[in-house]
């Protein structure tokens, strides 16, 4: 069949528009997408701002031997002996119930019955270094409490758990020690004495003062017979 020339121009030009279709393989730009949103962090299970109760200080006990440190769970946070040196034992106590002392240095009043030393005080609680001339010797320190607790608020105690402001006869029945009133108005309390085998001029332990029915110092360790 013999074509028209128009009729072969719009043969090529079908032609050619089906060939540029062909050729036409540009990929597709893909659209924006959505960022993704972070979950948030799942709290740690083992995180907690809670204190391990067995590092809370709760009462700080005075005995014949020692002081130590009781944790709000009634474990045992330091027991600290007498026989440690001052600083030493400052030390240990300051780290368990997270308080500094104050810290004192006195010289001796030239009675014969003192000599330098230097206090650790933390408002309730002092530490004595060295100790009082009757205190026994090899004892390094001697622990004096005048109130019912800290100055951080942690509560002093014998370990029979009585406190300054205690009732004379209360204590003295608790403690399970000998009272010696002076006769004027003032009673001593020897009690936890650590030397029960040797002769009762030389008995040593903690020693607590009253005055007028109730206790208000309570220190340790001393001779309970000592001179100065």
């Known amino acids: 069949m013999k074509l028209t020339r128009v009729a072969a121009l719009a043969l090529v030009a079908l032609i050619s528009a089906a060939s ?48 130590g440190v009781i944790a709000i769970n009634s474990e045992l946070i330091v027991q600290i ?9 400052a030390a240990l106590l300051s780290e368990a119930i997270g308080v500094e002392p104050v810290v004192a240095e006195f010289s001796g009043t030239g009675s014969g019955c003192d000599a330098d030393y230097r206090t650790y005080d933390w408002s309730g ?3 004595r270094s060295p100790g009082h001339i009757t205190t026994p010797v090899g004892q390094l320190f001697n622990a004096i409490v005048t109130a019912q607790e800290t100055s951080g608020g942690v509560e002093l105690a014998t370990v029979s758990h009585q406190h300054i402001g205690t009732v004379t006869a209360d204590f003295v029945s608790a403690v399970g020690g000998v009272a010696n009133d002076d006769g004027s108005g ?30 208000y110092s309570i220190t340790s360790p001393l001779y309970f017979y000592g001179d100065c």
Request: hydrophobic share 30%.
């Open 125 to 127: 609680l002092q530490f």
């Open 81 to 89: 002996p007498f026989t440690t040196d001052g600083a030493a034992a």
């Open 20 to 67: 540029l279709t062909a050729c036409d393989s540009s990929p597709v730009e893909p659209g924006p997408t959505s960022p993704e949103t972070a979950s948030p962090a799942s709290p740690d299970p083992t995180t907690s701002s809670t204190p391990d109760p067995s590092t809370v200080a709760d009462v700080i006990t005075i005995s014949g031997s020692g002081v």
């Open 186 to 215: 003032t009673t001593y309390i020897y009690f936890d004495r650590q030397n029960p085998g040797d002769s009762d001029f030389d008995a040593w332990g903690a020693f607590a003062v009253a005055s007028g029915g109730v206790v």
